[in-house]
Nanobody
Framework: QVRLVESGGGLVQAGGSLRLSCPASGLPFNMYAMGWFRQAPGKEREFVAAISWSGGNPHYTDSVKGRFTISRDNAKNSVNLQMNSLKPEDTAVYYC????????????WGQGTQVTVST
């Protein structure tokens, strides 16, 4: 059984930082690219960041470039998202996901962690 479990969300003031973590189990972790998505109230889920199986080629949606950093630790089967200079518009439920290197589909998802940025 594949499990992705996000943690690290919470309430923070604008300009603050949070670090999200997502340990994975039940899948060959180094055969999956990993990513973070978010969904704000009343909006569709959107892509935030992704990283290749090797830890290279991190890429981000434009609104978080220069503020967020995605990383992974294949020895610990974990992906992280360091979020700095947070803005109220970053408020959302954040999900980690695993992308098959073969099908390029996002096959597995966590349950999400709430991030709330106050003014």
């Amino acid at each position: 059984q594949v499990r992705l479990v996000e943690s690290g969300g919470g309430l923070v003031q604008a300009g603050g930082s949070l670090r999200l973590s997502c340990p994975a189990s039940g899948l060959p972790f180094n055969m999956y690219a990993m990513g973070w998505f978010r969904q704000a109230p009343g909006k569709e889920r959107e892509f935030v960041a992704a990283i290749s199986w090797s830890g290279g080629n991190p890429h981000y949606t434009d609104s978080v470039k220069g503020r967020f950093t995605i990383s992974r630790d294949n020895a610990k089967n974990s992906v992280n998202l360091q979020m700095n200079s947070l803005k109220p518009e970053d408020t959302a439920v954040y999900y980690c996901a695993a992308q098959s290197l073969i099908t390029r589909t996002w096959d597995y998802w966590g349950q999400g962690t709430q991030v709330t940025v106050s003014t």
